[in-house]
């Protein structure tokens, strides 16, 4: 079967680094994508790993191990408007993606 | 250069109502895929189109139907609703799938309620 699995709900500070992680089950694999969602907005792409390894970009990172089937988020220097749900969707073998439910992260001051 | 556009932006339907939503992609995308997110869940698949042929559906009834057309925009349609069909639905296009340099750019959704 197709799983995506990441944690409901995280916490974290102000200024502070979180890493939200993915574990993933799909048909075929393609690569992963990690996707940004504010409360009634549509998600916003973050990233696309479909190599092993970490990618930076900016205050975002993201990593995959294919033979783990794992992948994270690093958020550095955490602002406010950080605060949103954060998306993992793995791309299956026909180009479709398998979404996880996400991970509601609050900062707090 | 416009985004995804999709209309209308929220619709209430009753129980039984067929409904049509419509998705304008990206200039230049030639893929377009449909999600239904119900509150507090991540997205699920329903359909991809490309070039205006179905590349994909998801695990939905046959109720849900959906066509490209020559423009490469989209319409979904919905028929007899059930009150569980209310969710976001959101529209996706991409210049075609599987590029890795492509991210799918997402419209705002329809949100629709059924009473």
């Known amino acids: 079967g197709q799983n995506i699995d990441q944690p409901t709900e995280m916490t974290a500070t102000e200024g502070a680094i979180v890493q939200i992680n993915c574990t993933y089950q799909t048909s075929g694999f393609n690569g992963l994508f990690w996707y940004q969602q504010h409360a009634g907005e549509a998600p916003t792409f973050l990233s696309y790993n479909v190599l092993d390894g970490l990618e930076e970009k900016g205050r975002f990172s993201s990593f995959l191990s294919r033979s783990k089937g794992y992948s994270y988020l690093l958020l550095k220097e955490l602002q406010m408007k950080d605060s949103a749900s954060y998306l993992c969707a793995g791309e299956d073998s026909n180009y479709q993606l398998i979404w996880g439910a996400g991970t509601k992260l609050i900062i707090k001051p | 250069d416009a985004g995804v556009t999709q209309s209308p932006t929220h619709l209430i339907k009753t129980r039984g109502q067929h409904v049509t939503l419509r998705c304008s992609p990206i200039?230049?995308?030639?893929?377009v895929s449909w999600y239904q997110q119900v509150l507090g869940q991540g997205p699920q698949f329903i359909f991809q189109?490309?070039?205006?042929?179905?590349?994909g559906r998801g695990n939905f009834p046959d109720r849900f139907s959906a066509r490209q057309f020559p423009n490469y925009s989209s319409e979904l349609n919905v028929n007899a609703l059930l009150l569980g069909d209310s969710a976001l639905y959101l529209c996706?296009?991409?210049?075609?799938?599987?590029?890795?340099?492509?991210?799918?750019?997402f419209g705002q959704g329809t949100r629709l309620t059924v009473v």
């Open positions: 189109y490309y070039e205006k042929e179905e590349r």
């Open positions: 996706a296009s991409s210049q075609r799938p599987g590029r890795r340099d492509t991210e799918a750019f």
């Open positions: 200039s230049g995308h030639k893929s």
